[in-house]
């Protein structure tokens, strides 16, 4: 790669890095950014295709959870002083970022608590279903205090691997199932069993939805919500789920 330097936007140095790994058409960069965020359905892909033009070119830039499985998929650390360079070209295009503006990939989860929040994305080229499909993905929740509204038809709870969070905000991580594939559990039946956190707190997120191996479809959950209060990282598992959460100030 050319001087670090050079780079005045981050991006320049986002397509710069791709074509230098050989992402030319963004087809195996948005399977890697997928597989990373747990959700390989069609629509995050499709989703994720758009999204990555869309950074390339500097139309929009990415909320910080898809920067950081950026930076992983595509090696940062791996390099000999791009990390500094990433982070610092990323944080300048912060201020430009707004609501109206993003388009993020897709992510197996939704927030149940703010409903203003619902980022409903835009996306060229995906027919209404894959669109409606996008809805299901992890943003963070600005305001966790507001009480949840979502029905479970709208509501996704796939176990995330990554969550990455500020703190303050909060992330739907996983869905706790019945044994019986039936009605999800009440959240006093299995918030006794689950761990305490050093970064933050799980509180109940309501009903909604989720893949089950085990039961062959998708299944009614109990919704873990958690919330980042302390700036740190740790890894939980959860129903034989390993996540590895990452939060900052």
Known sequence: ???????????????????????????????????????QTQAAFDAAVKNLQNWRQGVHTPQRRNFVLLGKVLKVDSHDGLREVWNRLYGSEKPARSAGAMIETPSPNAQTTVPTQRWLAALAGVSLIGALAAVAFILPLESPAESPS??????????LPFVALEVGQSAIIHGARSRACGAAPTWERISGALPDL????????GIATRYSRNCGERVEVRAILFTATQAGGEQVTLYGDAIEIQVTE
């Open 1 to 39: 790669m050319r001087d670090l330097d050079a780079f005045q936007r981050w991006h320049e140095l986002l397509d710069a890095l791709c074509a230098e790994q050989g992402h030319h058409d963004n087809m195996a960069l948005a399977e890697a950014l997928c597989a990373a965020s747990g959700n």
């Open 150 to 159: 979502t029905t479970a038809e709208t509501v996704v709870a796939d176990y």
């Open 198 to 205: 050093e970064t933050g707190q799980l509180s109940d997120g």
